[in-house]
């Protein structure tokens, strides 16, 4: 595991743009993993900025995203379809992308079907992750065990906390998620986490120092063997 300190959240977003431009300049077809969350805003804009200067085309790249809040229209501006819409997707020349239906009829079938496409497209070569305060990816919370597919989750009361600003009441959070499982986001080739903060640095301190444990979701990343932590000065602070 790679961690890089930078002096701010500016540094990381620039940083972390950098790399998967230089992915999509490497394989223009690449198989990006892409995640929501404030931390990729600013990767986002980067992004959005080269390729109006045209100097990156994601004509042939797709990408899926982490998750998806169950319960949610698309076209509700808290879902994450509507967050990728607007920071990202509507912005770049996205070949095509894909997150979970959180709509879905049967959300089980949706799961098993995401994961197949995910495979179907030759797997994830490049993951983006942001990291929660409880050190959740994607929405893959503590639990008692990695889960190894894409999944049906219930948020933590932390999660719903920290997600709360999005919405305009805390009974408007849902509760309920689709993730990629643990399983299904070790199997990217490259993995690039993000973290700016001071709320992210014990998160951060346990993934990268402590324990491999599933209470610490972050800390399986450990285990894989191309994975890069980018974080600034505050979310390093307890390194
Ligand atoms: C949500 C997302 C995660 C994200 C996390 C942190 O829970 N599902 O993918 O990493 O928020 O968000 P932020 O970057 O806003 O701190």
Redesign the pocket.
Known sequence: MVVRIFENRRAVSQACATLIAAQVIRKPESVLGL??????VGTYQQLIEWYQQGLLDFSQCISFN??EYIGLDESNPCSYHAFMKEELFNHINMKSFFLPNGNAKNLGVECRRYDKAIAAAGGVDLQL?????NG????NEPDSHFVKGTQVVSLTQS?IE??RRYFDSEDQVPKK?I?MGIGTIMSAKEIILIAMGED?ADAIYKAVKGKISPDMPASSLALHPHVTFLVDQAAASRL
């Open positions: 995640a929501t969350g404030s931390s990729p982490l998750d992750l942001g990291i929660g305060r959740h990816i994607g929405f999660t920290a997600n998620a993730s992210k």
